[in-house]
């Protein structure tokens, strides 16, 4: 009788204690790094850099995120023909991204889980060149603009572990496709690591590659 009463005693125990919090930490919000790069080597400069944005926010097995990043780049081509002739151009490239999205967590145990999530947003993507020609003592100069925005949509599965207690790992698969005239859909996988200095304040970084461009973000994560 006495086993069976410290058996009630410890199960009275164990349902009044608070659950314990799963070491992977939904609640963040994070600042940082952004490298914007294509894959096409046609292109005289494809690398764009900027800042990098996101949060998200947990309830229960759901969790809700937003992201939003801004790149841009300028590059110039000259080219000198005796003295008489000279081109210029200036080339100018922005591209912002905002999406939001939402998740269902599965935890496999305390330190590991796999989620799935759908995103969709909207990207905007800006060109400007400038040209300067001088003929002799003529000076001709002439500018131009392009804008378009297309709506993003994106399936993604992600597993994420805590290691050696202050490393955090994850890496996932997804799908994304975009609309518009030159919309296009392609697969996508990624990779990332992260070092937690105490339970709020962590650096992460992570890369991502999508068919036709691929991305690097280093942030700062504030967890609540």
């Known amino acids: 009788m006495k086993q069976l009463s410290l058996v009630a005693g410890l199960a009275t125990l164990l349902a009044g204690a608070p659950a314990v919090a799963h070491t992977i930490n939904f609640d963040k919000v994070e600042v940082g790094y952004k490298r914007f790069s294509v894959n096409d080597s046609d292109m005289a400069n494809d690398t764009l850099t900027g800042v990098n944005l996101a949060a998200s926010k947990r309830f229960e097995n759901y969790y809700v995120e937003g992201r939003y990043y801004s790149v841009s780049d300028s590059f110039g081509n000259s080219y000198q023909y005796d003295e008489s002739y000279s081109f210029n151009a200036n080339y100018e490239l ?14 496999l145990d305390e330190t590991s889980l796999f989620d799935v999530s759908f995103h969709i947003g909207k990207v905007d993507l800006k060109a400007k060149l400038d040209v300067t020609e001088t003929y002799q003592t003529r000076v001709f100069q002439s500018s131009s603009s392009a ?78």
């Open 147 to 224: 804008s378009d925005d297309e709506n993003i949509y994106r399936l993604r599965g992600q597993y994420q572990t805590r290691v050696l207690e202050n490393i955090e790992l994850k890496a996932g698969l997804g799908y994304e496709k975009t609309s518009g005239e030159d919309g296009d859909s392609n697969p996508l996988f990624f990779v990332g690591a992260g070092y937690h200095f105490n339970t709020m304040f962590s650096v992460n970084a992570e890369y991502r590659n999508v068919d036709d461009y691929n991305t690097l973000d280093v942030n700062f994560r504030y967890s609540f």
């Open 94 to 107: 922005d591209i912002d991204q905002f999406t939001l999205g939402a998740g269902y967590i599965h935890e």
